[in-house]
């Protein structure tokens, strides 16, 4: 079988970093609606779930996830975009910003935690 084209990794590149990029942003809108309203974080969400839903109940949990997922896409994407290229190549620099971004996740996370069991999807990463 036959390596895709650079057009298909690109596309590739494109859509993951979307998806970790709304991700991201759904989970940190997550983490603000959780705030109690005078909070100076809290943010109500534009569409509010049933509050007997999983979503409202867990929403911290969902949060969690949706950063560890968004982490995961931003790293594929970056993997597609440098294995896409006619001559497969590290960019060092590209590499290094997913270490901002974990570290940036690991923070927001522990910021976020209540107990050991919450802090344990730090070990995910």
Known sequence: REKPAAAEWD???????????KLRYS???RVA?????SHKEYKALRVQPDP????????????RLELID???HYVY?????????????CHRAGW???????????????????DDRERAFLGLM
Not at 33 to 37: G, L, M, T
Request: aromatic share 10%; with cysteine; hydrophobic share 35%.
């Open 11 to 21: 596309i590739v590149f494109q859509r993951s970093f979307s998806n970790g990029r």
């Open 27 to 29: 989970a940190y809108a």
């Open 33 to 37: 609606a959780a705030h109690p309203p």
């Open 52 to 63: 007997n839903s999983s979503y409202a109940t867990n929403s911290l949990l969902i949060a």
């Open 70 to 72: 968004s982490l995961l």
């Open 77 to 89: 994407s970056i993997w597609c975009k440098e294995y896409g290229e006619s001559k497969p190549t």
């Open 96 to 114: 290094r910003t997913t270490e901002d971004a974990i570290q940036k996740t690991e923070r927001k996370i522990m910021a976020e935690s209540r």
